[in-house]
C-alpha cells in the first residue's frame, strides 16, 4: 500500500463544517484512510495545504465536453435557432479525432478547476471514454440518441449505437447512461424501449427535459399532459436517473420528481445564455429532489469552471424565488459536489473514511479569498478554477501546483485548436 498524506491544511467536512486537519489517502485502493489533525507526514509522499482548503471533488453532473472545441463559434442565440443553424451542422462533420481533441481540452479545463468527475452526453464514445482514462478522471457516459429528423434505419442504428456503448465500454474510471437527448427529440416508441433496455443493463437514463418552453408546449398540447408526466409514462424517471434543466417545471412535476428520486442536474450559466429561463431550483431543494449542477457544453457556457456555476446557480436561484435567502451557499456547495455524485451515481462528493479519494485542494492565500469569515460562502461566492493548486482522483494526482500530471497541455490546447479551425473550415465550405 502507497500512501499520500495532504498536510497543512483545512478540510470541508460532509456536514459543510471546516477544521484543521489532515487527509490519509490509500493511492492502491484510491480510497480516504483517514480525516485526522494528528495524521502530519505519516503518508509515503506528501501534498502541501498550508493555507488552503481541501474539498471534495466537483462533479459536472451533464455536460458535452467534446464541445469544447465549439467554444464561441455560435454566440448569443436562442437554443432552437442556436441548435439548427450552427451546433447540429457543425456536428455532422465531427471525426473521431476532433471529439478526442475536444474531450481532452475539456478535460485538462475540469482538471484545472477541480472538478474530477462528470457525465456527459455526445458523440463517439470510445475516444471520449479512452481520454477519459488517459486523463485519470472519473466519467458516466452516453452516446447522444436522437431520432427526430432521421429516417427509419439511420434512426435505428443510432438507437443501436447508444445501447452498445451503455453495454460495452464500463471500466474502472468509466460508466455508463443510456442518454437519449430529449423527450422532443426522440420518438416515444424509442423512449420507452431504450427505458426498458436501461433496466435490463443495469445503467441509469440521462436526458434533457423541460429545458425551453419550446420543448414543453409540444408535449402538453399534443399529448395533454407536462413533461415529467410524459417522460414517467415512457418508462424513464427512476431513483437511478437524471435528467438536465428541468427549467419549466411545475409543482406537481416537482413533486413527481421528489417521490420518484430522479435527480436533476441544474445548469445555470447555458439557461441564462440561451435565455430558456430560471429553474425553481429552491422548490425542488424544498420538495426533497437531488438536485446537482453542470455546466452543459462550453459552446453554451462557455466555460467548464464549476465554481463559476456554483456562483451562477446562487444568484439565479435568488431571482427565480424572488428570494435572497434562497439557493444560500451551502445549498450550491452542497449541489456541486454529494448532489452532483448522487444524481451522476458516483459514490463521492464527500472527505470521510472509505469514500473516494476524489479531491481539491483550494489556495486561500489571495486577495479575493480574504478574511476568511466563512470559507463554504466562499466556495459558492468568490472562489474561483483558478484557485486550485492540486487535483486528485481515485487517490492519484492529476495536477500538482498548478501542473497537470496527466495531460500534456501545450500538445492539447494546439491540437484542439487546429481541429477546431479545420471543423469550421468544413462547415463553411
Not at 443553424?85 to 479545463?109: C, K, Q, S
Amino acid at each position: 500500500m502507497t500512501t499520500l498524506g495532504i498536510t497543512n491544511g483545512f478540510v470541508l467536512h460532509p456536514d459543510l463544517s471546516v477544521s484543521e486537519s489532515d487527509v490519509l489517502v490509500d493511492q492502491s485502493s484510491g480510497e480516504i484512510i483517514d480525516v485526522d489533525p494528528e495524521i502530519g507526514m505519516s503518508g509515503d509522499r506528501q501534498l502541501d495545504a498550508t493555507d488552503s482548503l481541501v474539498i471534495p471533488g466537483l462533479v459536472n453532473a451533464h455536460s458535452h465536453v467534446a464541445m469544447a472545441l465549439l467554444r464561441g463559434y455560435a454566440d448569443d442565440k436562442p437554443l432552437g435557432a442556436w441548435l439548427r443553424e450552427d451546433i447540429w451542422p457543425a456536428e455532422a462533420e465531427l471525426t473521431v479525432e476532433d471529439v478526442r481533441a475536444g474531450a481532452r481540452l475539456g478535460m485538462a479545463e475540469m482538471i484545472r478547476s477541480g472538478t474530477t468527475g462528470f457525465a456527459d452526453m455526445y458523440f463517439h464514445v470510445p475516444a471520449v471514454s479512452e481520454a477519459v482514462e488517459a486523463a485519470g478522471l472519473r466519467a458516466r457516459l452516453g452516446h447522444g440518441i436522437v431520432t427526430v429528423g432521421k429516417t427509419e434505419a439511420e434512426a435505428e442504428a443510432d438507437v443501436e449505437e447508444g445501447l452498445r456503448i451503455a453495454r460495452e465500454i464500463e471500466s474502472e474510471r468509466v460508466s455508463t447512461a443510456v442518454t437519449p437527448h430529449s423527450l422532443t427529440t426522440v420518438s416515444e416508441p424509442v423512449l420507452s424501449r431504450v427505458a426498458e433496455r436501461a433496466r435490463e443493463m443495469g445503467v441509469p437514463v440521462h436526458c434533457h427535459v423541460s429545458e425551453t418552453t419550446a420543448e414543453v408546449d409540444p408535449i402538453v398540447e399534443e399529448r395533454g399532459v407536462r413533461p415529467v408526466d410524459y417522460a414517467h409514462s415512457c418508462g424513464l424517471l427512476t431513483a437511478d436517473d437524471f435528467i438536465a434543466h428541468a427549467v419549466h417545471i411545475d409543482s406537481e412535476e416537482i413533486e413527481q420528481l421528489a417521490e420518484t428520486g430522479t435527480g436533476v442536474v441544474h445548469c445555470p450559466a447555458s439557461n441564462m445564455k440561451l435565455a430558456s429561463g430560471m429553474a425553481p431550483v429552491q422548490a425542488m431543494l424544498d420538495a426533497g429532489v437531488t438536485v446537482g449542477i453542470g455546466t452543459d457544453g462550453a459552446a453554451s457556457n462557455n466555460d467548464l469552471d464549476m465554481f463559476d456555476e456554483m456562483r451562477d446557480a446562487a444568484m439565479l436561484g435568488k431571482l427565480a424565488a424572488d428570494d435572497a435567502s434562497a439557493v444560500a451557499a451551502p445549498d450550491v456547495v452542497r449541489m456541486a459536489t454529494q448532489g452532483s455524485a448522487d444524481c451522476v451515481g458516483f459514490d463521492s462528493g464527500r472527505i470521510e473514511p472509505g469514500a473516494p479519494a476524489d479531491l481539491a485542494v483550494l489556495s486561500l492565500d489571495t486577495p479575493h479569498l480574504t478574511p476568511a469569515h466563512d470559507l463554504v460562502s466562499h466556495l459558492a461566492y468568490a472562489a474561483t478554477g483558478s484557485d486550485v493548486r492540486h487535483t486528485v482522483c481515485d487517490g492519484q494526482i492529476l495536477m500538482h501546483e498548478r501542473e497537470l500530471l496527466t495531460i500534456d497541455e501545450t500538445t492539447v490546447c494546439e491540437e484542439a485548436t487546429k481541429r477546431a479551425n479545420d471543423l469550421v473550415a468544413r462547415v463553411d465550405a
